[in-house]
C-alpha cells in the first residue's frame, strides 16, 4: 500500500515521532527543483525531468499548442478576458482538444496562453502517461493485479475504497495520491489547524490499513512518501512590477511567464535581455539561476522550452501578482532543494535501504520490493 501525500514535507511530518507510528521506517527524501508537474514524472519514472520532459505547468508552445486560437481574446474587454464565466470554457475546450492532465489557467492573461503550452497531456498516473517508462508500465508488464486512485477522487473516498480493497486482499499493489494537505498548507501555513487535523487524519489511517489487510489475511506492506515540503511565507515580491517598468514591453521584446517562485524569460530582442536580467539582479529576494545549477538539478532543457533565463526567488518569497494569482498564501514550495524545508518524507514498515534518499530513487526501490514480495504474476 503506497501513499503518496502531497507537500507532506520531513519537517512537517516525517520527524515528529508520534506521526504514524506503524511507520517506524522514516527518513527525508530530497526534491527536485520545481514543482509537482515535475516531481510527480521524476518519481513515477526514476528519471530527472530533462530525461522524462516534464518540468513545470506551462512551457513555450512549439507550433500549434493547445491555446491555438485564444490570441482573439484580446478583442474582448480586460475585464471579460479573466471572467470566471471564461474561465470555464476556455478550461472545457482545451480538454476537448485531448489534455487528460492536471492544468489550471490561473491567472495567466488569455491572449498571451497561445505563446505557452500544457506538457501534461496523459494521465500521469496511468500506463503510457509519460514521455518513457514508468512504474505503471511496470505493473503492466508484471501482470501484477493494482489499483490506484489519485486527484480526481476526493481522499475520503479514495481512502475509503483503499480499505475495502485491503480488506478482499485482490491486488498486490494499491497505491493512493492526495493533494488535499497541498492545499491546505497553501491556505493556512505549516501550523494551521486543517493542516493538523489532516495530518492526525493520515497517522490513525495506517493503523486502519494495517487492520484491513489483517482481515483478507494478508500483512500489509506499508509506506508513505511525498514529492516535496512546504515553506511558510514571509515576503510577497513584485517582480512583474520591476521588469515592466523597463522600456520594453512583453510579447515584443520577450516572453515572460511569472509562476508563484520563478520568473523566466524568452528574448527576442538582446536589448531586453541585458535591461531585465540587470533590473532583477538589484533584487535581494532572488537570484538568477545559472546553467551549471540547472544542470545539477536535471532542469537543462536543450530547446529552452521551459525558459532561457530562469530567476528564482529566495525560500519564504512570493511572487505577488504573477500568472498563478494575486493574492498572497500562507505557504509555497518551488525553491531551491536544499532548503531544510523542501525535502519530502519516506517512510514504511519495511526496511529502508540507505541509498534511496532522492526523489528519483522511488520508483526502483518500490520495484525491488515487490521483487522481494514475491507479488509477481506475468514476466518483469
Not at 523597463?246 to 509562476?259: I, N, Q, S, T, V
Amino acid at each position: 500500500m503506497v501513499v503518496l501525500v502531497d507537500a507532506m514535507g520531513w519537517r512537517l511530518a516525517g520527524a515528529d515521532a508520534a506521526f504514524a507510528p506503524l511507520l517506524t521506517e522514516r527518513r527525508p527524501l530530497d526534491t527536485i527543483l520545481g514543482f509537482s508537474s515535475g516531481a510527480l514524472p521524476t518519481a513515477f519514472t526514476g528519471k530527472l525531468p530533462r530525461e522524462h520532459g516534464r518540468w513545470l505547468m506551462y512551457r513555450r508552445a512549439s507550433g500549434e499548442g493547445v491555446f491555438h486560437g485564444f490570441g482573439a481574446l484580446r478583442l474582448l474587454p480586460p475585464r471579460l478576458r479573466q471572467s470566471w464565466k471564461l474561465t470555464g470554457l476556455l478550461t472545457r475546450l482545451v480538454e476537448r482538444r485531448g489534455v487528460q492532465g492536471y492544468f489550471n489557467l490561473y491567472d495567466v492573461p488569455r491572449a498571451e496562453l497561445p505563446a505557452f503550452d500544457l506538457p501534461e497531456r496523459a494521465d500521469i498516473f496511468a500506463p503510457g502517461g509519460l514521455p518513457v517508462d514508468s512504474l505503471w508500465d511496470s505493473l503492466v508488464r508484471r501482470g501484477l493485479p493494482w489499483r490506484g486512485w489519485n486527484w480526481r477522487q476526493s481522499e475520503a473516498r479514495a481512502r475509503a475504497e483503499a480499505i475495502e480493497c485491503l480488506e478482499r486482499g485482490r491486488e498486490d499493489f494499491l497505491f493512493l495520491y492526495s493533494a488535499v494537505l497541498d492545499a491546505q498548507l497553501h491556505l493556512e501555513g505549516s501550523h494551521g489547524a486543517g493542516v493538523r487535523e489532516s495530518l492526525d487524519a493520515w497517522s490513525a489511517w495506517f493503523g486502519h490499513a494495517r487492520e484491513a489487510a489483517r482481515r483478507a489475511g494478508r500483512e500489509a506492506w506499508l509506506y508513505l512518501c511525498s514529492d516535496h515540503g512546504m515553506v511558510d511565507v514571509d515576503q510577497t515580491v513584485d517582480v512583474m512590477r520591476r521588469v515592466e517598468a523597463l522600456p520594453f514591453r512583453r510579447g515584443r521584446d520577450y516572453l515572460a511567464f511569472y509562476d508563484s517562485t520563478f520568473a523566466r524569460f524568452w528574448w527576442r530582442t538582446p536589448a531586453a535581455r541585458e535591461a531585465v536580467r540587470s533590473a532583477l539582479a538589484a533584487e535581494p529576494a532572488g537570484r538568477w539561476l545559472e546553467p551549471a545549477e540547472l544542470e545539477r538539478e536535471g532542469a537543462d532543457f536543450a530547446d529552452h522550452r521551459y525558459g532561457e533565463d530562469l530567476f528564482l526567488l529566495r525560500p519564504g518569497a512570493l511572487l505577488v501578482p504573477s500568472f498563478m494569482g494575486r493574492t498572497p498564501v500562507a505557504a509555497m514550495h518551488g525553491y531551491d532543494p536544499a532548503h531544510p524545508a523542501m525535502p519530502g518524507l519516506l517512510a514504511s514498515n519495511r526496511p529502508l535501504p540507505p541509498e534511496v534518499t532522492h526523489l528519483s530513487h522511488l520508483r526502483g526501490f518500490l520495484e525491488r520490493e515487490l521483487d522481494a514480495s514475491g507479488a509477481l504474476v506475468g514476466a518483469a
